[in-house]
C-alpha cells in the first residue's frame, strides 16, 4: 500500500525558511518512473505544482519559485524534504506531497497523495 | 511556462445531467493531460490520465478526450458524489507541470 504524509511547522514567520517533509511508504524512489513532487493549495485557490525529484535524483522546480525552493531526499528514511526561503503571507497554503508514476505512453500522473498540511506564514 | 485554461470556472447542474468540462493548453502537449477530482478539505484525486484512459475504480460515467491544445472531461448522469472541483493538469512539459485554475461544479 503506498502512503504518503506531509509534515512541517504549522506557523512560520515572514522571511524564515519552511522546510516540510514527505514520508513516504510503499515504494521505491529508485524504482524507474517514480518521482515524488510538492504542490500547494492556497485557502480557497486552485493547485500550484511546486517541484519534483525523480528516481534518478534530477530535480525540477516551477519557474516562478526557483530561487526559493530546493527539494532533496533522504533515501535511510523514505523521506522529500522540501526547502523554501523567505517566506511571505502569500505561501499561506495546504502543502501536499504526491507520487508520479510515469507510463508506459511516457506521460505521468500523480496517483497517490499525502493528505496535505496546512502552513500558515504570519507575524 | 505552459498555461492551462479551464472552463468554465464554475458550474451549475443537476443529478442526472451530463456536463463538460473544457481544459486548453497554451501550446500543443500532445496527450499528456490528467484530470482529478478535489473535494473540501480533501487531497484531489486523479481520474484520467493521457487524455483519455480511466483510472482503475473510477466510474465509467467519466470519459475524456482531446489532444494538442484542446482536451474534455465529460460527466455523464452526475450522481450526487461528483459535485466537486475538477482540475486538469499537463505533464508534457517535465521541467514544469502545471494546472488548470479548476471548475467548481455544484449542484443546481
Known amino acids: 500500500q503506498v502512503t504518503l504524509k506531509e509534515s512541517g511547522p504549522a506557523l512560520v514567520r515572514p522571511t524564515e525558511t519552511l522546510t516540510l517533509t514527505c514520508t513516504f511508504s510503499g515504494f521505491s524512489l529508485r524504482r524507474g518512473g517514480v518521482s515524488v513532487n510538492w504542490i500547494r493549495q492556497p485557502p480557497g485557490k486552485a493547485l500550484e505544482w511546486l517541484a519534483r525529484i525523480d528516481w534518478e535524483g534530477v530535480e525540477f522546480y516551477n519557474s516562478s519559485l526557483m530561487p526559493r525552493l530546493t527539494i532533496s531526499e533522504d533515501p535511510p528514511n523514505n523521506q522529500v524534504l522540501l526547502k523554501m526561503t523567505y517566506v511571505d503571507p502569500v505561501d499561506t497554503a495546504t502543502y501536499f506531497c504526491a507520487r508520479e508514476l510515469v507510463t508506459t505512453t511516457g506521460t505521468g500522473y500523480f496517483d497517490s497523495w499525502g493528505l496535505g498540511t496546512l502552513v500558515t506564514v504570519s507575524s | 511556462d505552459i498555461q492551462m485554461t479551464q472552463s468554465p470556472s464554475s458550474l451549475s447542474a443537476s443529478v442526472g445531467d451530463s456536463v463538460t468540462i473544457t481544459c486548453r493548453a497554451s501550446q500543443s502537449i500532445g496527450n499528456s493531460l490528467n484530470w482529478y477530482q478535489q473535494k473540501p478539505g480533501q487531497a484531489p484525486k486523479p481520474l484520467i490520465y493521457?487524455?483519455?484512459s480511466l483510472l482503475s475504480g473510477v466510474p465509467l460515467r467519466f470519459s475524456g478526450g482531446g489532444s494538442g491544445t484542446d482536451f474534455t472531461l465529460t460527466i455523464s448522469s452526475l450522481d450526487p458524489e461528483d459535485f466537486a472541483t475538477y482540475y486538469c493538469?499537463?505533464?508534457?512539459?517535465?521541467?514544469?507541470?502545471?494546472f488548470g485554475q479548476g471548475t467548481h461544479l455544484e449542484i443546481k
Open positions: 493538469q499537463q505533464t508534457y512539459s517535465v521541467s514544469m507541470y502545471t
Open positions: 493521457a487524455a483519455s
